[in-house]
């Protein structure tokens, strides 16, 4: 090869200048997500109709009664599945939290949206935990 050596200087920072952007993006991601996970994750707990919820002491036979007229259609009478799952032994597979998400958000189709009010939720969370 022939020519100035100092071209062939300048020349090979690049890809370093390259591989340290890089390395930088990657790292302010990660950064990101840790702060998102820090500020995101209290705030999903904090959910103000979630711990409400939870605050309170539900009734198992109203529970059971809100279950027959809401949910019964889909989840079988005594909660053995027909078009929803089977419901039997869900408080083991699933927390409060998650529970209360699942019917409130209705993110698995076809279940609908539900929010009845705090003390309903409450009631339908003892019968969900009856089920063995």
Do not use: K, W
């Not at 100035?4 to 790292?27: K, N, Y």
């Not at 027959?68 to 083991?92: E, F, T």
Request: glycine share 10%.
């Amino acid at each position: 090869m022939t020519g100035d050596p100092s071209t062939l200087l300048e020349a090979t920072p690049a890809p370093v200048q390259r591989r340290g952007l890089i390395t930088a993006l990657v790292l302010l991601a990660a950064v990101g997500c840790i702060l998102l996970l820090l500020f995101v994750l209290p705030a999903a707990r904090s959910d103000p109709y979630t711990r409400r919820t939870l605050e309170l002491t539900g009734s198992l036979e109203t529970g059971g009664r809100l279950f027959r007229m809401n949910c019964a259609g889909c989840h079988g009478i005594a909660a053995q599945g027909l078009v929803g799952p089977s419901l039997q032994g869900v408080s083991q597979r699933r927390n409060d939290r998650q529970l209360i998400r699942q019917v409130v958000s209705g993110r698995t189709p076809p279940m609908p949206r539900f929010q009845p009010e705090p003390q309903a939720m409450a009631d339908l969370l003892a019968h969900l935990r009856s089920l063995e």
